[in-house]
């Protein structure tokens, strides 16, 4: 790689994995096991790579196929499971299937599931928005810091999480409920005589979603940032560039893909976020995640629900799909030599 | 290679002729540390001006300070006559050409020429034509709309030479431009450099810790040490004449022995070697205290070996072979001389065959011409 501001995130994965996998080999119970298999006609190869195959298909595919099945079964309002089966065997020897798309045309017919899909996509991108234009200036500036410094502000940027999530949400209710810390503060300054109201807002909402989803975005983007060349900057001053304008010509364009991976990051997480409309957003917020919830335990109605389950996760499939298509492009452009 | 000495092309020795480029007691401190301590330099247009030094020497910093990213600590630059203070590297006369070269990766050839017209909001038309005219100077035509992952080093050097050339800067400044490119590349850019610089009459600031690199692409040399220009001259005149034991070391192999002075005359100098073992006779005077201690430099292949004693008393010693490297045009003996000193020799392989040829443990003389020596007092 000529250019290290092009590896993708994959990419330095599978090095990573690549250099994991030759420290195994290289161990003497490795090699033992594997004298073994390779009497059984297993090599230790094939054995490693499935790991990850055998996870995905306990943790990720047989729970989809369930899911899947659930969302073309019918509703049976009484009794457990509350679906019909899909199949059955009639009087013990015909074999009847009842599939139905019925699930899927009533999220269509009915508004409230469009619009909670729609209410979502905004609040993910807009969230995704603010994300950039938080995030992009620190990840900057760790980038550009004493070196020495680099790793305390990163370490700072991921202080959070060794807090639970759902903590931090419940700190933030503390903060912005009218009794708060914030209410009470500018009450006391004078500012303002009577409590602002920012709990169960839009606005707290995104508060939430903005503040959790932040590092992701930052990390992937300093992951970029810090391995810019400086000289390249230079290079288009000296050329008669003045600093913004260069920033925006060279460091701008070469961060794209920091910036693609770190959206992506805070858009798909943020586009199914639950407990924060929840917890801090408005009665009124609708979320399909709210929605999904509430379908399953509210009204038990799980055909419905895992249809919306379906839709959710194929409207997140396609930008994945096309993010994976640009890395292979940018990457394949790279061997190009 | 380097630009032909013709009428006017050494302007460094006309008295009435106007530098281009005026360094006025620059110094540059990081903290504590001088990195250019009280240079003055002046450069003529036109001219293929190599910064030689060894790294950390403050070569890089001084070029750095030309280009604007560094301001000195004290002292001026001029650029045709204009003082560069607080003129940032955008609005300077000055291009650069980055030892790594800095292309843009995400912009074509085309696009990483045309940034810095682009900048000077030219017309479309003007810019394409400049473009498309520099890149058929360096060669590159047909490589348009490549990335510069997809060139070789020899062509990415190019297009960063276009991009630099292009804005038709007053002074271009190449940090250690051939660094990059293997051994016979580098040779044939030295030519395409020379030529192109000829053609296009901007004056070069090269930067180069290689002394090949200075030798063949420059009109003048400074050699730099420690912060300081320590001589500046055309490659003959510091090669031929070091001014110091550093510049001799520096540039080239070279012989060194140590003595005093023991005659002193105007046309003459002798100076008892005991390094040596003899009488070293220098053709030309040296003003230097009686007595004092100095060192008479030769240069490896203005030596001679022989078997037999060469005549006269001076400028001689015997010693035995202790190793010989055959380099293909040329041979290099080292030579032990009785004082125990090592001598370095060489000797062109001028026939295919030579028979009855010198060869290990075989006891020589080695002598040299009492023009040959330079001697130097520090």
């Not at chain 1, 950039?132 to 900057?140: E, K, N, R, S, V």
């Not at chain 2, 010198?358 to 130097?376: A, N």
Request: net charge neutral; hydrophobic share 45%; with cysteine.
């Amino acid at each position: 790689m000529a250019n290290p501001s092009y590896v993708t995130l994959g990419q330095r994965i599978l090095a990573g994995l690549d250099k994991a996998l030759t420290t195994v080999m290289a161990s003497p119970p490795y090699r033992w096991s594997q004298g073994i298999l390779r009497r059984a006609g297993v090599t230790g190869r094939t054995l490693v790579i499935a790991v990850p195959w055998v996870w995905l298909l306990i943790f990720f595919l047989i729970p989809f196929i369930i899911v899947f099945k659930i969302s073309f079964a019918e509703t049976r309002w009484l009794g457990s499971p509350p679906y019909a089966p899909i199949w059955e065997w009639v009087e013990g020897h015909a074999l009847h299937v009842k599939i139905t798309f019925a699930n899927y045309l009533f999220l269509l017919s009915d508004s409230l599931y469009v619009q909670a899909f729609l209410s979502s996509l905004k609040v993910a991108s807009v969230s995704t928005i603010l994300c950039l234009l938080l995030g992009y200036p620190m990840a900057y500036g760790i980038a550009r810091a004493d070196p020495s410094w680099r790793n305390t502000l990163l370490l700072l940027v991921i202080l959070p999480f060794w807090t639970s999530f759902l903590l931090r949400v419940y700190a933030w209710m503390g903060l912005l409920n009218n009794h708060g810390v914030i209410n009470q503060f500018l009450m006391w300054t004078g500012i303002i005589d009577e409590p602002i109201v920012m709990l169960q807002t839009d606005f707290a909402m995104y508060i939430g979603i903005v503040y959790s989803y932040l590092p992701f975005m930052i990390l992937p983007l300093y992951s970029n940032l810090e391995k810019h060349d400086p000289t390249l900057l230079e290079a288009a001053v000296d050329l008669g560039c003045r600093p913004f304008r260069a920033f925006l010509s060279i460091t701008l364009p070469l961060s794209k893909p920091g910036i693609i991976a770190g959206s992506m990051l805070v858009f798909i997480p943020a586009v199914g976020e639950f407990v924060i409309p929840r917890l801090l957003g408005g009665t009124d917020s609708l979320m399909i995640g709210r929605v999904l919830w509430d379908e399953y335990f509210l009204n038990r109605n799980w055909p419905v629900a895992s249809a919306v389950a379906i839709a959710l996760l194929l409207l997140l499939v396609i930008p994945i799909v096309i993010f994976q298509r640009y890395q292979l492009q940018e990457a394949s452009g790279e061997q190009q030599r | 290679m380097a630009a032909r000495p013709d009428e006017g092309t050494a302007p460094w020795l006309d008295p009435k002729a106007q530098p281009y480029i005026r360094i006025e007691n620059v110094t540059k401190k990081f903290g504590e540390f001088v990195a250019v301590d009280d240079v003055t330099l002046n450069v003529y247009r036109g001219e293929i001006f190599c910064l030689l030094g060894g790294s950390g020497c403050g070569k890089t910093t001084l070029l750095r300070m030309l280009a604007g990213f560094e301001r000195p600590t004290s002292g001026r630059i001029f650029i045709d006559g204009v003082p560069m203070e607080g003129v940032p590297p955008y609005e300077r006369p000055v291009n650069m050409m980055f030892q790594s070269y800095a292309l843009f990766p995400h912009m074509t050839v085309e696009q990483n020429v045309a940034f810095g017209l682009k900048q000077e909001k030219l017309p479309r038309d003007e810019i394409r034509d400049r473009v498309a005219e520099m890149l058929s100077i360096v060669k590159l035509n047909g490589l348009e709309k490549r990335k510069p992952h997809q060139l070789s080093g020899g062509q990415r050097q190019r297009v960063a030479l276009a991009r630099s050339l292009v804005k038709r800067p007053k002074l271009l400044l190449l940090d250690e431009p051939l660094g990059a490119l293997d051994k016979k590349l580098r040779e044939h850019t030295q030519f395409e450099l020379v030529n192109i610089q000829e053609r296009l009459g901007v004056t070069f600031i090269v930067v180069t810790h290689d002394q090949e690199e200075a030798m063949t692409l420059a009109s003048r040399i400074g050699v730099m040490n420690q912060g300081s220009i320590v001589q500046v001259g055309t490659p003959h005149d510091i090669y031929e004449f070091p001014n110091s034991r550093f510049v001799a070391e520096f540039i080239g192999n070279v012989n060194m022995f140590e003595g005093r002075i023991v005659e002193d005359e105007p046309d003459h100098v002798t100076i008892d070697s005991p390094d040596l073992g003899g009488v070293i006779y220098v053709g030309h005077g040296v003003s230097t205290a009686p007595d004092a201690i100095v060192w008479a430099a030769i240069r490896p292949e203005k030596m001679v070996l022989s078997r037999e004693q060469p005549p006269g008393e001076y400028n001689r010693a015997s010693g035995i072979i202790k190793e010989i490297a055959y380099m293909g045009d040329l041979s290099i003996y080292i030579v032990q001389l009785d004082s125990g000193r090592r001598v370095r020799v060489t000797k062109p392989n001028t026939y295919r065959h030579a028979e009855n040829e010198l060869t290990w443990d075989e006891r020589v003389w080695v002598s040299w011409d009492e023009s040959s020596s330079v001697v130097v007092t520090e």
